[in-house]
């Protein structure tokens, strides 16, 4: 077999400093746990500025598919955009996103288990808590919105970074963690998770 079978899919995820400060950590990653996904790292730092825009950067089209996003955001609820220009608008949320992310301890992890990235971003929600749905953790947990952030040039605060595609994630637990903190184990539920036959279960 060439292609790895999908339960090894990781994906990276970032509890931000507000996550951290609202006792959120725990509920955050039981969301995560009770899907079926197992911790393959994890550790709490405070990241310094250059390694947020490193870790944003990492996809050259962040800045141009973020500035998008955020102008359709604005344009879908019948409001003016701050600017018309996709990277203007970007070097401002990059800025913003230097200080929110910086401002405080954050833990940083890894999740593994079949479409990881996917399903971690199923449960983390939309990235504007204001249209993220009801059952997602930034829906559940956050009410904040462009609206809110943008005059206050802040990054809107919704407590969680999760990777936007596995290639994304590889580099962004490259750029994080190194090889020997990523930790390769079975857990007993993988059996019931993964196993073809399910045999073995009775005595
Ligand atoms: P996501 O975190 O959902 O993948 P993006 O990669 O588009 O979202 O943006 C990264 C982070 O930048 C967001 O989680 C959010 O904290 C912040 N952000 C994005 N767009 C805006 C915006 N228009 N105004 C304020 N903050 C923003
Ligand atoms: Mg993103």
Redesign the pocket.
């Given at each position: 077999m060439t292609e790895k079978h999908p339960k090894f899919e990781r994906t990276f995820v970032i509890i931000k400093p507000d996550g951290v400060q609202r006792s959120l950590v725990g509920e955050i990653i039981k969301r995560f746990e009770q899907v079926g996904l197992k911790l393959a790292a994890m550790k709490m730092l405070v990241p310094t500025p250059e390694q947020i825009e490193k870790h944003?950067t990492l996809d050259p089209e962040?800045r141009r598919?973020?500035g998008e996003?955020?102008i359709k955001?604005y344009l879908s609820k019948g409001l003016k955009p701050p600017s018309e220009d996709p990277l203007e608008?970007t070097a401002k949320?990059l800025a913003?996103?230097k200080k929110?992310l910086a401002s405080g301890p954050v833990v940083a992890m890894v999740l593994q288990g079949a479409h990881a990235v996917q399903i971690v971003r199923k449960l983390?929600g939309?990235?504007e808590p204001l249209t993220s749905d009801v059952g997602s953790i930034r829906g559940d947990f956050v009410l904040d919105s462009?609206q809110m952030?943008?005059p206050d040039n802040?990054?809107?605060?919704?407590l969680i970074?999760?990777s936007?595609s596995p290639k994304e994630a590889n580099d962004e637990i490259s750029h994080w963690f190194s090889k020997v903190d990523l930790v390769d184990y079975k857990l007993v539920q993988d059996h019931i998770l993964y196993d073809v036959n399910l045999d073995g279960l009775l005595e």
């Open positions: 944003y962040w598919v973020t996003k955020t955001g608008i949320i913003n996103l929110y983390v939309g990235t462009y952030s943008d802040r990054a809107v605060r919704n970074h999760a936007g």
